[in-house]
């Protein structure tokens, strides 16, 4: 893989198939993702190659031809086509392909001996990525597992290729257990994703049982941020809770669950989460790997989804994480769509043209940007305003030598008015059901 202390930028092609049944906005879109991708890799993108067929060859992903092109053109040969946009001198060597689809091992290595430049398909770039910026134990684990279950096809494809070496068996003379090579390789990667499996099923329980504590707490209510990646989640979420939260503009900045306190507080109390970014063409394994983080959303009473409402392709955006919600079975949770950035837009007229046109299409939306204090202030309010409808009117008389229950009221409901007399208070309040019913439990408990 690639070192991540080299300071000097790698370079890079990018290579792309537009199939037929692609738009030339989504086509261009997704090159540019994943030019956003290299960079966040430390690479600089120098020029690309890209060809529209029906299907992907299944030799080497793009045609003969275009092969010849770009062999010729990293030998240095004149007059080969690429990006006129941004022009690469001959002298400067390239070092990898990045192909805009995830590819066979077949299809990697045969394209890979073509040009004779070490190819990753966008499913390794974005592996990369998130192995750079796994921090915790939890996501290391997670990464690792989706890197491994990559691999494996991989590993026996190589092992094909290198012949007899590959095929030769273990033992002395080929004599022993009768696994070749690749076998034992490939019982290797099975024997360590079993472990690291069990680690990730501990590590899911503890969560669970965090959660449920979370869950359990007088008045507290939970809101997830959900969205694509470097859509402005992180932003929004230190905007909203005041805390240090890593904001970067790049992608796949957040992989670890964080969870904050809305603030200022209200009753109910909210808890703010935040979860991994969605991006087109996401690899399954890294959704398998990283639906513990992403459970974070099925535990929550609101989504918030973000989106950027200064990119062209947001609607696509929309459509992929509206996707991977509904894989993990939090598409049915009441959610608000957040159109982030809309400062981003040059002008006050074509930010409130934008503005009027998501709000027409997307009913009840909120169009913001996460740096503008009173934009935050008004989805503060949109988000308690959704909880608070949830509230009901209650009263609790409590005797003064029962008064061991004041507190609790105050730090868990809307108290709406004390009256005092020589017996006793009356509280008359607004509450969640379930925290009314847990504070006359109490109530009862104490007489």
């Known amino acids: 893989m690639l070192n991540p202390e080299r300071k000097s930028p790698r370079r890079a092609l990018i290579v792309a198939v537009q199939l037929d049944t692609v738009s030339d906005v989504e086509f261009q879109s997704s090159l540019a993702e994943l030019g956003d991708l290299a960079k966040t890799l430390g690479m600089e993108v120098v020029g690309q190659f890209t060809q529209k067929r ?18 010729q053109f990293l030998e240095g040969q004149q007059g080969a086509p690429f990006s006129q946009d941004n022009p690469l001198e001959t002298n400067e060597q390239v070092e990898f392909i990045l192909v805009d689809h995830e590819i066979s091992p077949s ?97 899911e329980a503890g969560r669970d049982i ?61 808890l703010v989460s935040d979860t991994v970014g ?25 989504l918030l989804h973000v989106i950027d409402a200064s990119d062209p392709g947001f609607e696509m955006q929309l459509e992929v994480t509206d996707k991977v919600l509904a894989e993990i079975g939090a598409d049915s949770l009441p959610s608000i769509r957040v159109f982030n950035k809309i400062d981003y837009l040059d002008g006050a007229a074509a930010q409130a043209e934008r503005t009027l046109e998501l709000q027409g299409k997307y009913p009840g939306c ?11 202030s008004q989805l503060h309010q949109t988000i308690m305003h959704f909880f608070q409808q949830q509230l009901v009117e209650s009263e609790i008389f409590l005797p003064w030598s029962e008064q061991g229950l004041r507190g609790e009221i105050f730090s868990s409901c809307d108290v709406l008015e004390e009256r005092a007399d020589e017996k006793g208070a009356l509280f008359r309040f607004r509450a969640a059901p379930e925290v009314i019913a847990r504070l006359k439990e109490l109530r009862e408990n104490q007489q």
Do not use: W
């Open 278 to 302: 969605f991006i087109k063409n996401l690899p399954h394994g890294l959704v398998a790997s990283f639906k513990s983080t992403l459970d974070e959303a099925l535990s929550a009473s609101l």
């Open 210 to 270: 965090q959660r449920s504590l979370r869950q359990n707490q007088s008045g507290l209510t939970q809101v997830a941020l959900v969205g694509y990646t470097n859509a402005g989640k992180s932003t929004v979420m230190r905007a909203l809770t005041g805390s240090d939260v890593l904001v970067a503009n790049q992608l796949f900045a957040t992989l670890d669950t964080k969870v904050r306190t809305l603030y200022p507080e209200g009753v109910p109390r909210v």
């Open 366 to 376: 909120v169009v913001l940007s996460a740096r503008n204090k009173d934009d935050i």
């Open 107 to 203: 299809q990697a290595l045969n394209l890979e001996n073509e040009v004779d430049c070490e190819v990753m398909d966008r499913t390794v770039v974005i592996l990369e990525i998130f192995h750079r910026n796994a921090s915790s134990h939890a996501s290391r684990v997670q990464v690792e597992i989706a890197r491994l279950t990559y691999m494996a096809p991989r590993l026996r494809e190589a092992a094909k290729r290198a012949g007899s070496d590959g095929r030769q068996r273990s033992g002395t003379g080929g004599r022993g257990t009768g696994q070749s090579r690749s076998q034992m390789d490939s019982q290797k990667v099975r024997d360590r994703i079993g472990e690291l499996q069990k680690e990730i099923d501990a590590m």
């Open 54 to 71: 029906s299907s992907f060859d299944s030799t080497a992903y793009v045609g003969v031809g275009k092969r010849d092109e770009i062999r």
